[in-house]
């Protein structure tokens, strides 16, 4: 959900530096081994679109990565059906119909691939 609080915790015994980044953005450098913070979860204006996080641990020989990606679910629009439609199948002409479905439980937008 938009805004939902996402925990970042990450350790690296052997490093001197480790790195967040979101969205290849560098957003925070600690010098150690464990990093920690909280982003907000955003879309950034985008539906579907993956956010990736990424956490980089260095030290004065060797690097490591790691990362996860997250998607914000956009809230379903609800909108008034145009008049003389109902639920179900309208028929407009011979070759044309309109289906409305009433879906009160429905929690999120259904994706099309």
């Known amino acids: 959900m938009l805004n939902t609080p996402v925990p970042i915790q ?27 913070d909280t ?15 990424r956490i980089l641990a260095t030290n004065d020989t060797a690097s490591v990565a790691d990362s996860f990606c997250y998607t914000v679910i956009p809230q379903p ?5 145009p ?8 028929y407009v002409d011979s070759t044309k119909v309109v289906v409305s479905l009433y879906a009160p439980e429905k929690k999120q937008l259904l994706r099309h691939w």
């Open 10 to 36: 990450a350790t690296s015994p052997l490093a001197t530096t480790i790195k967040l980044f979101l969205n290849n953005a560098l957003i925070k450098t600690v010098n150690g081994t464990t990093i920690t």
């Open 39 to 53: 982003i907000p979860a955003q879309n950034f204006g985008h539906n579907w679109v993956n956010q990736w996080v």
């Open 77 to 81: 629009a609800v909108a008034e059906l």
């Open 83 to 90: 008049p003389g439609v109902v639920d179900g199948i309208n």
